[in-house]
DNA sequence: ATATTAATACCGACCGGTCGGTCAATTATA
DNA sequence: TATAATTGACCGACCGGTCGGTATTAATAT
């Protein structure tokens, strides 16, 4: 009734896989969704089977890249109170871990940003939700924040302005970093920017 | 002899500024050469009497637009001596006054990013000269640090990862306030900024 | 002054190529 | 055999860039 030589699921899991694979090589624009479609090892019509368009592949796909580095943090921020501590583990794993691992990968975040600015203004949008993503890891910072100004290991500081200031130099040290690996040490820099940060935030 | 209504260098602007127009508001992939040349009112086919190609075009484009910027920027410094003093006004002209003047064109500098990473192994990376850009801030303010802690206002920290920590913050909080005009007051981010950066490489 | 010639600016119809998406045909499964 | 899954040839829209022709101006000739 259901002939399937392997489950939908997993499919489209191997399509994604293929499409995280081409996006990062070659970005969103130059790809092609026969060249997914090649990589995955199937006809470019079945990708249509399980999307309706390249735009839903490409944010899919980003999502699904980007599952991996939140179910890092959730783990690691599990094991620990200390607000000083889940700093340092969220820049550690959000810009090193990352990186190190899948450096190459990460250009299809910046193609994500240029994608979703683009579409700010189109009905597409709601597939490239950026805003949603950096409200997310907003907010898990300012709680950061907010339980260490409440135990007196922070000054208080606005908390909501402090988080989106990690955030961004934590993007903009990834940019940087793409545009030239050899620049600096990611995680020296890393280590620079806590000591910095946690230097003007902590209570003497 | 040179018949021509107005001077070729003032017409390649009126392009520019026609360009700068529909880049900012559609992106890169979206313009149409023809939507500049209707927005320049001329033909599609004059533009091609001043540039090469569409690549080109938006290079020039980007730089003509970071000119602005720079000025500013080459101006203010001439100004003063004080490293401290220094520091406050790259991120006030950098993040403030860019966005507040034009902030509905800033979504170019995503393009220019992604563009610029996209083109990072392809002949045209001379156009979209990231690199080169990021080195120039970067030496800007690192010797802005040096100097700092020649005089011992800072502490001795290491410059370079400095210099790029604070403009990678800047063009995070740019990226995040373009998503969301509406989260932050732009101005008072990069006070706060501003003063957690002082806070934690001055000497006290 | 006017016609003629020359040089250049300007234009937009057109071309070649590209690519996302469709669908009739084919293959695999039960 | 019936049904579901897969495929890739095909379609139509799109677009950057070209090129032959026109318009405008200036220089020159008469």
Chains 1, 2 share one sequence.
């Not at 980003?62 to 969220?90: C, G, N, W, Y």
């Not at 908390?159 to 903009?172: C, E, F, K, V």
Request: overall charge negative; aromatic content about 10%.
């Amino acid at each position: 009734m259901t002939p399937r030589v392997v489950d939908k699921d997993t499919k489209k899991q191997e399509i994604l896989l293929a499409a995280l694979e081409v996006f990062s090589r070659k970005g969103f624009a130059k790809t092609k969704m026969i060249d997914v479609a090649e990589t995955a090892g199937i006809g470019k019509g079945t990708i249509y089977e399980y999307f309706r368009s390249k735009e839903q592949v490409f944010a899919e796909t980003f999502h699904f890249f980007m599952q991996k580095s939140e179910l890092l943090l959730q783990d690691a921020f599990s094991k620990t109170d200390d607000p000083v501590e889940k700093l340092r583990i969220f820049i550690e794993i959000g810009l090193v871990q990352l990186l190190e691992d899948s450096g190459e990968f990460m250009s299809i975040t910046m193609d994500f940003w240029a994608e979703g600015i683009r579409a700010k203004s189109t009905k597409i949008m709601d597939l490239f939700n950026l805003k949603e993503l950096y409200d997310h890891y907003r907010t898990l910072i300012n709680d950061v924040l907010q339980e260490g100004i409440q135990s007196g290991v922070f000054k208080p500081i606005n908390t909501l302005n402090t988080a989106s200031a990690i955030i961004a130099a934590m993007d903009g040290l990834m940019l940087q970093w793409i545009l030239d690996p050899t620049l600096f040490d990611l995680k020296e820099v890393a280590e620079d920017f806590t000591t910095g940060l946690l230097n003007g935030i902590k209570r003497l």
